[in-house]
Nanobody, 126 residues
Framework: QVQLVESGGGLVQAGGSLRLSCAAS?????MGWFRQAPGKEREFVAT????????YYTDSVKGRFTISRDNAKNTAYLQMNSLKPEDTAVYYC??????????????????????WGQGTQVTVSS
């Protein structure tokens, strides 16, 4: 059983930056970030393979968000720059079981996620 704990959310003005962290209690393979805005379905944001070689982003965050990980710390990060009001959502860290790739997490619905974090609120004011 792996527990994921997110941190780093908050309130920021449009154009600002935030860095989310996700600390895992044990080894993870691929990892990812998803988000859910009020009244909308949870959506894929970014995923990263265990080696950090394969990385995927949803089109709306490309060039603004960067996913990374530190395997020595069992931690994944999401650096969010040039934030927009439409980025406002609860952001969830996610990890799949063995054999699920970052690409599979990015394009399968529902996403093949085995572990979810509790979520962290990101609010971007205009």
């Amino acid at each position: 059983q792996v527990q994921l704990v997110e941190s780093g959310g908050g309130l920021v003005q449009a154009g600002g930056s935030l860095r989310l962290s996700c600390a895992a209690s044990g080894r993870t393979y691929a990892m990812g970030w998803f988000r859910q805005a009020p009244g909308k379905e949870r959506e894929f944001v970014a995923t990263i393979s265990s080696s950090a070689i394969d990385i995927y982003y949803t089109d709306s965050v490309k060039g603004r968000f960067t996913i990374s990980r530190d395997n020595a710390k069992n931690t994944a990060y999401l650096q969010m720059n040039s934030l927009k009001p439409e980025d406002t959502a609860v952001y969830y860290c996610a990890a799949p079981g063995l054999g699920i790739t970052a690409r599979m997490m990015s394009n399968m619905k529902p996403p093949p996620v085995h572990y979810w974090g509790q979520g962290t609120q990101v609010t971007v004011s205009s």
